[in-house]
């Protein structure tokens, strides 16, 4: 009886004591990395929520990847667009300069050079790249947005953009493509900016009336062509202002699901270490008790 008494005795000690040892190390476990919760078994419901909220955190990273991009490619061709509305700035003083009746031929022949040349800035322009190297303004094609063939420019891009998602359901597309910066209807129907630039160096280097007439001609066109640029820069900042609203939604929402995160699943420090604190006494009490009752010999039990 002594023998079953003193085995039932270390084993219950052990259980116990094993089972102290557990929870003061899930406690300090807890401490240590601010959750509560170790298993879904420990609060299945708790556990159900913080996986949706996972879920959501890793969808929020994919949106703001993608916000990350439209607005790298967003901000690559508002820049494009300054630059092509300098150009047709610049374009337009010199027709001015040209339309007037004291220019000699002399003269228009070599504001006919410079615009030649800043057609061909602006073919530049329009075959800019994005931050992944592809056509800026050349919609889903890879390569280049414009071809110069000499007597026209032409868009081999495509007409359509793949959106990106930036959360809440909600997309942009991250760029513009090329018929809607320089397509635009002017005083002899549809035309573009190439076409404007082109027919007015060809008409001053021709010199005479011709070249004159062309001058003022390309007055119209130009304004038409600077009101496209205008109003193109406007749709890429509204775009702009959209991505960074939905940086900002999501940036809130992203405080929301940590906060929500801590209050499901989270541990309170101060409780858990009080706990931890109390755990280790009742091990510490419980280690002591088992070290004097297991040295007291069958002797000192009799005597």
Same mark, same amino acid.
């Given at each position: !009886?002594?023998?079953? @008494?003193? %085995?039932?005795?270390?084993?219950? @000690? *052990?259980?116990?004591? %094993?089972?102290?040892?557990?929870? #003061?190390?899930?406690?300090?476990?807890?401490?240590? +990395?601010?959750?509560?919760?170790?298993?879904?078994?420990?609060?299945?419901?708790?556990?159900?929520?913080?996986? !949706?909220?996972?879920?959501?955190?890793?969808?929020?990273?994919?949106?703001?990847?993608?916000?990350?991009?439209?607005?790298?490619?967003?901000?690559?061709?508002?820049?494009?667009? *300054? @630059?092509?509305?300098?150009?047709?700035?610049?374009?337009?003083?010199? =027709?001015?300069?040209?339309?007037? #009746?004291? !220019?000699?031929?002399?003269?228009?022949?070599?504001?006919? $050079?410079e615009?030649?040349?800043? /057609?061909?800035?602006?073919?530049?322009? #329009?075959?800019?790249?994005?931050?992944?190297?592809?056509?800026?303004?050349?919609?889903?094609?890879?390569?280049? =947005?414009?071809?110069? $063939?000499?007597?026209?420019?032409?868009?081999?891009? +495509?007409t359509?953009?793949? &959106?990106?998602?930036?959360?809440?359901?909600?997309?942009?597309? &991250?760029a513009?493509? %090329? &018929?809607?910066?320089?397509?635009?209807?002017?005083?002899?129907?549809?035309?573009?900016?190439?076409?404007?630039?082109? $027919?007015?160096? @060809?008409?001053?280097? %021709?010199?005479?009336? =011709?070249?004159l007439?062309?001058?003022?001609? #390309?007055?119209?066109?130009?304004?038409?062509?600077?009101?496209?640029?205008? $109003?193109?820069?406007?749709?890429?900042?509204?775009?702009?202002?959209?991505?960074d609203?939905?940086?900002?939604?999501?940036?809130?929402?992203?405080?929301?699901? =940590?906060?929500?995160?801590?209050d499901?699943?989270g541990?309170?420090?101060a409780?858990? !270490?009080?706990?931890?604190?109390?755990?280790? +006494?009742?091990?510490?009490?419980?280690? *002591?008790s088992?070290? /004097?009752?297991?040295?007291?010999?069958?002797?000192s039990?009799?005597?």
């Amino acid at each position: !009886m002594i023998n079953l @008494s003193t %085995g039932a005795f270390y084993e219950r @000690s *052990a259980r116990q004591i %094993g089972s102290l040892r557990a929870q #003061a190390e899930t406690l300090q476990q807890q401490i240590g +990395t601010g959750q509560r919760l170790e298993r879904s078994s420990d609060d299945p419901v708790a556990a159900a929520r913080l996986r !949706m909220l996972a879920r959501q955190e890793r969808i929020a990273t994919v949106d703001s990847r993608n916000s990350q991009l439209a607005q790298a490619d967003l901000s690559l061709t508002d820049q494009t667009l *300054a @630059s092509i509305a300098d150009v047709v700035v610049r374009v337009r003083e010199l =027709a001015v300069q040209a339309s007037a #009746a004291t !220019m000699s031929d002399e003269q228009r022949q070599a504001i006919g $050079t410079e615009i030649v040349g800043l /057609r061909e800035n602006l073919v530049l322009l #329009a075959n800019s790249r994005n931050i992944a190297g592809h056509a800026l303004l050349g919609g889903q094609a890879t390569g280049a =947005a414009y071809v110069d $063939t000499g007597t026209a420019v032409q868009f081999v891009g +495509t007409t359509s953009v793949t &959106p990106l998602e930036i959360g809440e359901g909600q997309s942009v597309d &991250p760029a513009l493509v %090329g &018929p809607d910066v320089f397509e635009f209807t002017g005083a002899n129907g549809n035309t573009d900016l190439f076409a404007v630039l082109g $027919t007015l160096a @060809s008409a001053l280097s %021709g010199g005479g009336q =011709a070249a004159l007439d062309a001058s003022t001609a #390309a007055l119209g066109d130009l304004d038409a062509g600077l009101e496209k640029v205008t $109003t193109a820069q406007t749709v890429v900042g509204s775009r702009l202002n959209w991505v960074d609203l939905m940086d900002e939604r999501r940036e809130n929402n992203a405080e929301r699901v =940590a906060d929500e995160r801590l209050d499901v699943g989270g541990a309170d420090i101060a409780t858990t !270490m009080t706990r931890l604190q109390e755990t280790l +006494t009742i091990l510490e009490a419980s280690q *002591a008790s088992f070290v /004097r009752l297991a040295n007291l010999s069958l002797f000192s039990i009799l005597r």
